[in-house]
Every structure is written in structure tokens, then in C-alpha cells.
């Protein structure tokens, strides 16, 4: 047997190393926690276990529901066999719509580079790494000032992401505050695409900014259609927790799945703060927070594309601030990758 794993390790390198033009295989990192028998894993929940988490998580959607600020989404809802209290714009799921969401979502994403050596597909079991998003403050590399950041920071982070080997996709690192706030989010991807030619993500802030945003990169890539096959931009949006989707994150995941972008559906619940203090319960939350974000992803266009997010973690009770860096945020950040793959869906964790 030794000689054979040692053919399939000398394979692996191959295929992680690989650099020629087209090869799909330089877009798949490696797998740690996937059923093989080299490297390290670490399983939080047994299937049984996931599965009673699934089923808590579709008793909420169907009991308690979501609030879902935009009427165009209530309409969505409705018509597909939701039950929709318009007054109190409080929807409840029923089981089949967040199944059929899940099965209709596809497991396999590509995020492509302006080079396409940088081409990263997001499946299940694999793991890529990029920088976080987003500093309030930076130090000012001449004076070492602490300061508020602006465009020209942000310039310079993505020129960092691109610099380094071990950052695969390029995120806001900062963002712009030297710039109209109306138009932010198009300074921060302007930023962003002119310095890197790694895959970038940026909050779209709206979804009439994120059209515009679809468009910026068309233009670069040579055309909307190449946009579809190549999409260098993904979008991020956040529910508010507990259970809420708010009328900006109702149209930009209504949006990404009409112009066919990839769509990062956030929860940043606080356990103990804007969720159950206990952690099972704040991952039932955060579950059905993302799941209802993708259900009506896919009620807009089966088949978008769609990745599983979290920035869930605990709050510092003394302080009543979000805790990073904590074994408690290392557990939920565990634990919601392991539902992503349970539901075979592109998923992405903060991290400590």
C-alpha cells in the first residue's frame, strides 16, 4: 500500500501545483476533513445530529418564520405557497420550499481572477482562504497614525492580497470613507478590481448599486455574457438577527440571482446578544437565517449561484461587543461549515 499513496500524494502535489492555462484542476485546494486517509479532519456533528439540526432549523422557518421588509419578496413567498401576514411582514416557510432551495443550489462554484491562474471553484470539502472584511481603522504606514481609512488604503490592501501566495480570493480589507456614501460600494470595487487580479468580493449595499456593479465588471471582462462564464466579482449581504431580512438584503440576493452573480449569504448572529445565549440554539438561528436568504435566492432563479456564509460567533458579555478569536467563534464557525457541506453547499467562516 505504500507505494500507492505515495503515487496519489506525488498526484496531488501535481494537480495543486498545476499552472497550465485551462487546467481547471489549480482551482481546487486541498481537503482537510474530507473522508481520505491522509491529512486532518475534525467532524462537529454525527449526520443524526445534523439532521436534527435541520429539522429544528425548518420548524422555525415554518412556525416562528422570517421578517421580510421588501414586498417584492413577500410576493415571491406568497405565490409559491408561503404563508405571508403582509401587516406584520412575517413569513413562514413551509419544509418543501427551503428542501427544494437546497437541492436546486448548485454545490460547485466558480470564483474566476482577472488572471486566470488565480481561478478558485468552490466545492464541498475544499478550502480556500482570503482576507477579512472590514477595518474601521488602519495605521498609516509613514507617519503611524492611527486614522480612519480611505480609498487609497484599500488600493494598497488589495496590492497586498495580490502579493500574497496563500490569499486566494481578494476581500474589502477598508473601505473608502473619502467618497460620496451613496456610491461607496462602486469606489471600494473600483479599488479593489484596478490592484488585483485575484477573484474580488465587496458588499454591494443595495440592489440598484449591485446592477451597476455587474456591470462595471462586464466591462472589464469584455462583455456581460463573459461575465457569466468568467465572474470575477461576488457579493456579500447580511441578514439581521434574529430571523430578519431587511429591504437591502431582500434585493441583493433578489438581484445576484437575476444578473446569475454569486451571492454570500451572511448571518452574523451574536449568541447571548441578537441570538440564544446557548450554541445550539444560535446555530438554529443562524441556520435559518441563511437558509431563508437562499430559498428566496432560488425562488427569484433555480440554480443561482449561492454560498452558505457566517461571521456567527458569541458575545463578550462585558462588554456586549462581538467576540472574535475565541474558541466559542472557532466552534460555531465549525460547526456551520460542517451544515454547509451537510447540505453539499459552498460555505464561508470567519475566522479566529
Known amino acids: 500500500m505504500a507505494p500507492l499513496l505515495?503515487?496519489?500524494?506525488?498526484?496531488?502535489?501535481?494537480?495543486?501545483?498545476s499552472k497550465v492555462k485551462g487546467d481547471t484542476s489549480k482551482m481546487r485546494n486541498l481537503q482537510p476533513g474530507k473522508g481520505v486517509t491522509q491529512g486532518l479532519g475534525l467532524n462537529s456533528f454525527s449526520d443524526d445530529e445534523l439532521y436534527d439540526i435541520h429539522l429544528a432549523t425548518l420548524e422555525v422557518l415554518e412556525k416562528a418564520g422570517l421578517f421580510i421588509e421588501t414586498d417584492e419578496a413577500l410576493d415571491l413567498f406568497d405565490?409559491?405557497?408561503?404563508?405571508?401576514d403582509r401587516a406584520t411582514k412575517i413569513v413562514k416557510i413551509?419544509?418543501?420550499?427551503?428542501?427544494?432551495?437546497?437541492?436546486?443550489?448548485p454545490s460547485k462554484i466558480l470564483l474566476a481572477g482577472r488572471d486566470p491562474s488565480h481561478d478558485k471553484l468552490l466545492e464541498v470539502g475544499r478550502v480556500h482562504f482570503t482576507n477579512f472584511s472590514e477595518g474601521i481603522e488602519v495605521v498609516d504606514p509613514y507617519t503611524a497614525e492611527r486614522r480612519t481609512p480611505v480609498k487609497a488604503d484599500l488600493a494598497n490592501a488589495a496590492k497586498v492580497v495580490d502579493y500574497l501566495d496563500d490569499i486566494d480570493v481578494c476581500e474589502k480589507a477598508v473601505g473608502s470613507s473619502d467618497v460620496p456614501e451613496a456610491v461607496l460600494p462602486l469606489h471600494n470595487a473600483e479599488a479593489m478590481l484596478s490592484n488585483t487580479t485575484k477573484h474580488c468580493c465587496v458588499g454591494p449595499g443595495s440592489g440598484f448599486l449591485l446592477k451597476k456593479l455587474v456591470a462595471m465588471a462586464g466591462v472589464i471582462v469584455g462583455g456581460i455574457?463573459?461575465?457569466?462564464?468568467?465572474?470575477?466579482?461576488?457579493?456579500?449581504?447580511?441578514?439581521?438577527?434574529?430571523?430578519?431580512?431587511?429591504?437591502?438584503?431582500?434585493?441583493?440576493?433578489?438581484?445576484?440571482?437575476?444578473?446569475?452573480?454569486?451571492?454570500?449569504?451572511?448571518?452574523?448572529?451574536?449568541?447571548?446578544g441578537t441570538s440564544p445565549v446557548t450554541l445550539a440554539g444560535t446555530?438554529?438561528?443562524?441556520?435559518a437565517e441563511v437558509l431563508g436568504g437562499i430559498t428566496l435566492n432560488q425562488l427569484v432563479r433555480k440554480g443561482a449561484p449561492v454560498i452558505y456564509g457566517s461571521s456567527t460567533t458569541a458575545m463578550d458579555l462585558k462588554i456586549a461587543a462581538a467576540s472574535v478569536g475565541t474558541p466559542e467563534c472557532a466552534v460555531i464557525s465549525g460547526a456551520v461549515a460542517r451544515l454547509a457541506r451537510y447540505y453539499a453547499l459552498p460555505s464561508y467562516v470567519a475566522g479566529g
Open 225 to 272: 455574457n463573459k461575465l457569466k462564464e468568467r465572474p470575477i466579482l461576488s457579493f456579500t449581504t447580511c441578514p439581521v438577527s434574529p430571523l430578519t431580512l431587511i429591504n437591502e438584503c431582500c434585493e441583493i440576493i433578489m438581484e445576484a440571482a437575476r444578473t446569475g452573480s454569486v451571492v454570500n449569504i451572511l448571518s452574523m448572529a451574536m449568541a447571548g
Open 283 to 287: 446555530i438554529v438561528t443562524h441556520n
Open 94 to 105: 413551509p419544509p418543501y420550499l427551503v428542501e427544494d432551495a437546497i437541492r436546486s443550489a
Open 79 to 84: 405565490g409559491c405557497g408561503a404563508e405571508v
Open 6 to 17: 505515495e503515487e496519489l500524494s506525488a498526484m496531488d502535489s501535481d494537480i495543486s501545483n
